[in-house]
């Protein structure tokens, strides 16, 4: 890697006097260590929605206070009434205090035919173009993107003995399956996670050569819909025509929640909706997004959204509706000719900045409930859900990042939005004031939440220089509330 | 069980010289060892429709030959493309020659959780009103049914040495996976299995009380939809509103099926339907069928079909289109928030009197793809279909049938239809011109293809005694075209 970019400081704030370029060399000497750390770590099955996986969430736990440990921090695994979550402090004499927000838990594998090898058995491998990518449930969201921050606090700890600033870290276990947990372990011990800002790595980079802060995240509620008719499964040829078909009904309801534009058709759906954030909304015509490459990498060559709205509009800055899944009656080898007396299905509402997750359920219940047909009866199951994130791109942490995203990667970050969602964000902007700063390197193709999901070891190489560079600059900051 | 009603032979037909009384007294006597053999019989578990099941299919057939050769049949296995059929003749001198066709395969047992035991271990359940369960999968559908004609023809051979008429049988592996194997049997060995009329016993009582000669079938098509929309899972934050859903596609085809009365809303489905035939018209009004009580038993309370049409008419006389099975996306535990690559449906059409299969799907295949919107491929997968069969009311067999349940059962059987399909029936009607005799003895609370499936203990005894019967009754028929 090239550091001549850091031979003539251009940029207008001063570089702190820190060895930073001691302690970049020192993860550069160490990065293979760094990776065979990264490599154990992907090894863990942390599946957290399945409850099966209940021991390896928190073996994984386990496996990072250790490591912590290792670097200086009075590490622990608290438990919570789900998953453990990980707290570690290192509290240092200069500078702010900043959080660091991650999660060890993974979406599940399925469909496990289509990975090329064990989601669990990490494989390193050399692509055309001379990346390697780390093939992994988990390589990039987030325990590689994760692992960035701690082994950037490694290389100063092991150069200075020190950190540049007071960290703490957070490490929750449910992230891809509802925090549920969180509430609960906040109400008791959140005090003790208060600081000047919260630094997450779960976001993605611009592109191959741009970083990005992300500053908007879209809010999350999930439903699940059960609809049961007869009491059992009907014989199709005794009863068809005659029995109420729960995946029939189940279609026809699903189909009401879209309307021919692509926009969601739930009475009110869009009546708390703000404007996008400003910045936000100027950012996005710079961006020189491409929606056909965008779409074409996934095999697709149109958006199925409201077309009075751009792509980047639809995925970042407006609210949907998405089926996850549905399952009902007999979808094994041949056929088994029967009206079955359920169908499921899981459905996820993307929110945005104005709409409140109950409101939302509430119009969702009522939508379903008017269109049900008789002999129908409907379960709905939720879990509560997040509201949309937005991240005041003014402060000078926001600052004294991208400046140090500059020094690493040559070029200007940008600010970008992001259709997902990290309610932790939220979250910690509720209870504690507490602002967020998401920096992340995953490459856009990283196939998150998809069969061989990757990571790639420039990304994890770069991505923990970055975070050298950005302890350095927010070693400048003003502690302006909390400061250690 | 009274004999009293042979006592007194009221019926214009003359009983024939045949020691009747002697062998239903056989039967009676020998009841345990026949539901001995019903009990092994049902413990093998011959799912078709998966091939994990081959060897159980396979074990079904030989333990049929074994049995036929016990009661003097020729019987061998017949080794097809697919499951084997059995095959077996027994010759006489006098009367004509029924072939029997049962078949010895089973539909799968899924969801297993809801059997009160295991479905291949069969259990005798007595219940409050005396009655005894044979609870199993395949106790009634169709194995407890099939037996009875094979126990009656073993009373017969005890008693008098020999049997009634001539008798072939014809067992199928296949019946509940689509009979694919059974075209390609029948051109190389058909021949071998011509005679006067067939009897099949894959049918209901009208009540506990009432026999009945099932005279009208549907037909089957079988389809299954596949949608592909995205080349991988996507995550639903990072696409959602943008990328095409194949799951909400799916539900919107599936919505397009049926109207807001219920009927099938494809182009042209009903064009070739023709006027039920007249005895079965007739005979519906006649039959004092309750639809409350039809779909109470069930948990339902009014139907879903077209309300121009009456219950009854829905489920025998009208075509049907019902989703069988669908699934997509994750809807285990927790919540997977994909947008997924693929969703499937298992979608099977019951055809009525004049309806092609192969017309209809065409017509249904046009249907889905007028109506795919951009992004989607759709993969059909079809497996031919059968037409629905009509029985000709009139023939001297059935007028000598009727005559001997009516000994039996001390009362007039009933002409009924059935909304099921028993494809042998129309195939051996277009190849051979070969009429059917269809008497069955399954109540219609037997649970075919639902969990805990059962067979009274009474329907398998009547049923022997019935089939004892109808054998003596049909030796004074005439011979009118092949008899031996």
């Keep these: 890697m090239s550091l001549k970019d850091q031979s003539v400081p251009t940029d207008p704030i001063e570089a702190a006097p820190l060895p930073v370029e001691e302690v970049l060399h020192n993860a550069d000497e160490n990065l293979n260590a760094s990776l065979d750390r990264l490599l154990r770590f992907l090894s863990i099955p942390s599946v957290s929605c399945d409850p099966h996986y209940a021991p390896q969430c928190q073996e994984a736990a386990s496996w990072l206070v250790n490591e912590l440990a290792g670097v200086g921090f009075d590490a622990s695994v608290r438990q919570t009434c789900g998953h453990p979550v990980v707290v570690a402090h290192k509290r240092e004499a200069t500078g702010p205090h900043v959080l660091f927000y991650g ?47 701690v082994e950037a606090c490694r290389a100063w700890k092991a150069v200075t003995g020190r950190l540049p600033i007071s960290v703490s870290m957070f490490f929750e276990g449910e992230e891809e399956s509802g925090s549920q947990s969180i509430d609960g372990f906040l109400d008791e011990a959140g005090q003790e996670l208060r600081a000047d800002v919260m630094l997450l790595c779960d976001t993605y980079l611009w592109n191959d050569a741009i970083p990005a802060v992300t500053v908007s995240f879209r809010g999350l509620l999930e439903q699940e819909i059960e609809i049961t008719c007869a009491n059992r499964d009907l014989h199709s040829g005794a009863y068809g025509n005659a029995a109420r078909n729960p995946i029939q009904v189940l279609a026809e309801l ?108 509430a119009k969702f219940c009522e939508h379903i409930r008017a269109r049900l047909p008789a002999d129908c009866r ?51 902007q509720s209870r504690f004031g507490l602002d967020s700063l998401p920096i992340g390197f995953a490459r856009s193709d990283n196939r998150h939440h998809s069969p061989n999901e990757k990571y790639d070891l420039s990304s994890f190489h770069k991505g923990i220089r970055s975070w050298i560079r950005v302890l350095a600059q927010l070693s400048n900051c003003d502690s302006s509330r909390f400061g250690s």
Excluded at 105 to 130: C, H, M, S, T
Excluded at 278 to 288: I, T, V
């Design 103 to 149: 999660h060890y838990d993974v979406q599940p594998v399925e469909p496990l035919e289509e990975w090329i090898a064990d989601p669990f058995d990490p494989k390193l491998r050399l692509q055309p173009d001379g990346e390697t990518h780390i093939v992994a449930r988990g390589a990039s969201d987030d325990k590689g993107q994760l692992l960035t921050f």
């Design 254 to 361: 699903i189909s009401s929640l879209r309307g021919k534009n692509g926009e969601v058709a739930i009475e009110g759906f869009y009546d708390d909706v703000k404007d996008p954030d400003e910045d936000l909304g100027g950012e996005l015509g710079k961006l020189n997004f491409n929606a056909d490459i965008f779409l074409k990498k996934v095999g697709l060559s149109q958006s199925a959204g409201d077309e009075a709205y751009s792509v980047l509009e639809q995925v970042w800055t407006r609210p949907s509706c998405e089926i996850n899944g549905i399952a009902g009656g007999y979808c094994g080898d041949g056929l088994k000719t029967i009206i079955p007396s359920k169908a499921v299905a899981k459905i996820s509402f993307r929110l945005v900045a104005g709409q409140d997750p109950e409101k939302i359920e």
């Design 378 to 428: 409907v379960k709905f199951t939720g879990s509560g859900g997040s509201k949309a994130s937005i991240i005041c791109s003014k402060s000078e942490y926001l600052r004294r990042a991208r400046a140090a995203l500059k020094d690493e990667w040559n070029c200007e970050s940008v600010l970008i939005g992001s259709g997902g969602s990290i309610p932790i964000v939220s979250v910690m």
